[in-house]
């Protein structure tokens, strides 16, 4: 079944903002990893458990990540599709 230029555009606009906030999360957790190893005040095993505490903040609140309802955000698009299509 061929997709309509609107779907497409819907499609690539998605994957754009996904890559975006994949983009940003990686680049914000790296970053904060990276200043631990920058911290010259820190010893190794000091290194260490900063990473750990770092490690462990990511854990609490990956699951306080908002998911979006694509159907509500976007309805004139996905008006009269089945409930279980896929995108």
């Known amino acids: 079944m061929a997709i309509s230029e609107t779907e ?4 690539e606009a998605l994957a754009e903002e996904v890559s ?5 999360g990686v680049s914000f957790w ?3 990893v ?3 190893f ?5 010893t190794t095993l ?3 458990q900063r990473i750990r505490e770092i490690v462990e903040e990511y854990r609490r609140n990956e ?3 908002p998911m979006v309802d694509v159907r509500r955000e976007f309805p004139n698009i996905w008006k009269g599709h089945r409930s279980n299509s896929c995108v």
């Open 63 to 65: 699951d306080r990540i």
């Open 38 to 42: 920058q911290d010259r005040q820190l």
């Open 30 to 32: 790296m970053t904060r």
């Open 46 to 48: 000091g290194r260490l």
């Open 20 to 24: 975006a906030a994949i983009n940003r």
């Open 34 to 36: 990276e200043d631990v």
């Open 8 to 11: 497409h555009e819907l499609i």
